[in-house]
């Protein structure tokens, strides 16, 4: 365990304790809802949620309906991900403590199931404003591709996608930039080449399902983080390529780093463990100011990602 991973877990403890002392000394039980109320109480920012907790008189059992409320007004409204207590090892923490708190693996079992169940809902809301992104940012490179054919008397074939990801596949993607290429407003573009870490062994490790749910969610997370304009493509297998229109290399680098960051918040339960199963992504960027061969620059972002690979993973490099 490295002497972080340590400081995390002792921070979390104190966190914890101080928060059952605040439950212990304003006389309330130490069940899920006082006991998040009282983190956010602590440890948060939430003026508004601070001022309904000090406005009540905590220590009457009138008022246990009231906190109730106060938990539905301003912890269940928020989604899951924007909790100050959320982190990539929140459900360690909580699992823990549960077991200390109840003593029982049932219970905590029960829980765990319920928190699942809850996300899963919340999930299945982000989805599909994530689909609904994505269908109207195809239908939009549907229409220019149509429009720009019809301009040089070319057949209009409809773009082909990944079955698995449903974003552009090779040859969509380079359907499209034949139409971007075409108009010089788009200069410069910046080209990113996308490789999923170690991706064989996570899928010798976690099985072809868990494989596939973590290219799913890159896809997601890559849709979620860029424009409409933007041209996103699994190129093969682990590989992703995106295409940003007027964006000179500098921006390009700086993009390419919070998709980085958005891959490494991803985090994928499997039934049979309590360990997450985290991915990371190395990157390479070059630009494509308009000028040369498009070839040459596809290929110096390929470069760069295999210097991104040999430094370790997990990183973005550029290639002038």
């Not at 995390?8 to 605040?22: F, P």
């Not at 109320?37 to 009457?60: G, H, M, P, V, W």
């Not at 849709?223 to 297998?237: F, V």
Request: charge should be neutral; charged fraction near 30%; glycine fraction near 4%.
């Amino acid at each position: 365990m490295t002497s972080q991973r340590q400081k995390d877990i002792k921070e979390a403890g104190l966190k914890s304790r101080a928060a059952m002392a605040w439950l212990r000394d304003n006389h309330l039980p130490a069940d899920p809802i006082c006991y998040t109320l009282a983190y956010e109480y602590l440890f948060t920012e939430n003026r508004q949620l601070k001022q309904d907790i000090d406005a009540l008189k905590l220590s009457d059992d009138d008022e246990h309906d009231k906190i109730k409320q106060i938990y539905n007004k301003h912890i269940i409204a928020k989604s899951y991900k924007e909790l100050s207590m959320h982190d990539e090892h929140t459900e360690e923490y909580a699992a823990a403590a549960l077991s200390l708190l109840l003593g029982t693996k049932e219970d905590v079992q029960h829980i765990s199931e319920k928190l699942s169940e809850s996300q899963e809902n919340r999930d299945s809301e982000v989805d599909q404003a994530l689909a609904q992104k994505a269908r109207t940012a195809a239908a939009n490179l549907e229409s220019a591709v149509k429009a720009l054919n019809k301009g040089n008397d070319v057949d209009a074939k409809p773009l082909s996608y990944d079955k698995l990801t449903e974003l552009l596949d090779n040859q969509g993607a380079f359907t499209v930039i034949k139409c971007l290429l075409a108009d010089s407003e788009n200069f410069p573009v910046s080209i990113l080449r996308i490789n999923l870490d170690k991706f064989k062994q996570l899928n010798d490790q976690n099985g072809k399902v868990m494989g596939d749910a973590v290219l799913k969610s890159l896809a997601k997370a890559f849709n979620a983080q860029l424009r409409g304009e933007d041209i996103i493509s699994r190129y093969q297998g682990d590989e992703f390529t995106v295409f940003l229109p007027k964006t000179p290399l500098k921006s390009g680098v700086a993009v390419a780093e919070n998709l980085r960051k958005r891959v490494l918040a991803i985090s994928l339960k499997k039934k049979s463990s309590m360990t997450p199963v985290k991915a990371s992504v190395s990157v390479g960027v070059a630009e494509f100011s308009g000028q040369g061969s498009f070839d040459k620059a596809f290929m110096k972002a390929k470069k760069a990602m295999l210097r991104s690979k040999d430094l370790g993973r997990n990183c973005v490099n550029c290639e002038n």
